[in-house]
T-cell receptor, first 113, second 116 residues
Framework: DAGITQSPRHKVTETGTPVTLRCHQT?????MYWYRQDPGHGLRLIHY???????DKGEVSDGYSVSRSKTEDFLLTLESATSSQTSVYFC????????????FGSGTQLSVL | GESVGLHLPTLSVQEGDNSIINCAYS??????FIWYKQESGKGPQFIID?????DKRQGQRVTVLLNKTVKHLSLQIAATQPGDSAVYFC???????????????FGKGTHLIIQP
């Protein structure tokens, strides 16, 4: 998966608890993205980063925050998880020279009970 | 808002036949298009891409056609094999004037089923 590692691969948590998902890349790519995938909605962009400490919101950013303190790591945090955030979360990277292809990680299956 | 969509949610083809998966987009400013394949339990995998200055691009057993007049994109898979069974997504983006991109906007996917 193009040098992208997501952790954990699976997580079950309870409503109201904080959750952090990690994405680690070894490609030294500038751009990193967090998507969620749900039946009937496809892949939707949550947040993205265009450099260290540079992030921006995507289509479905409410309830999520991100941080990027190093080029290789992009963290997604659910401050207080809700059942509607049960989903499969994918991290993606790109070189960011222009509109171009993203490379995806293997995903994290998150269940909020 | 504008979005990318697919004509059919499921496509069933015989092994060895050619497959054609269609995609309509509505954002006339989109200038980059891409197809992904996603197998069960895995992340999307890049298949082929095309920029708006082209109308056709070929890869290994795959061809992408872009018709900007009617805002239509298609993926053709030649001699479909059992390993082609997957969900296929089209996606589009628009380059930002300062470089880089805000990510891809995805369609909802078509499930390609290969029958023996």
């Amino acid at each position: 998966d193009a040098g992208i590692t997501q952790s954990p691969r699976h997580k079950v948590t309870e409503t109201g608890t904080p959750v952090t998902l990690r994405c680690h890349q070894t490609e030294n790519h500038r751009y990193m993205y967090w998507y969620r995938q749900d039946p009937g909605h496809g892949l939707r962009l949550i947040h993205y980063s265009y450099g260290v400490k540079d992030t921006d919101k995507g289509e479905v950013s409410d309830g999520y925050s991100v941080s990027r303190s190093k080029t290789e790591d992009f963290l997604l945090t659910l401050e207080s998880a809700t059942s509607s955030q049960t989903s499969v979360y994918f991290c993606a990277i790109s070189e960011g020279q222009g509109a171009e292809k993203l490379f995806f990680g293997s995903g994290t299956q998150l269940s909020v009970l | 808002g504008e979005s990318v969509g697919l004509h059919l949610p499921t496509l069933s083809v015989q092994e060895g036949d050619n497959s054609i998966i269609n995609c309509a987009y509505s954002n006339s400013a989109s200038d980059y298009f891409i197809w992904y394949k996603q197998e069960s339990g895995k992340g999307p995998q890049f298949i082929i891409d095309i920029r708006s200055n082209m109308d056709k691009r070929q890869g290994q057993r795959v061809t992408v056609l872009l018709n900007k007049t009617v805002k239509h994109l298609s993926l053709q898979i030649a001699a479909t094999q059992p390993g082609d069974s997957a969900v296929y997504f089209c996606a589009e983006s628009q380059a930002r004037s300062g470089g880089g991109a805000d990510g891809l906007t995805f369609g909802k996917g078509t499930h390609l089923i290969i029958q023996p």
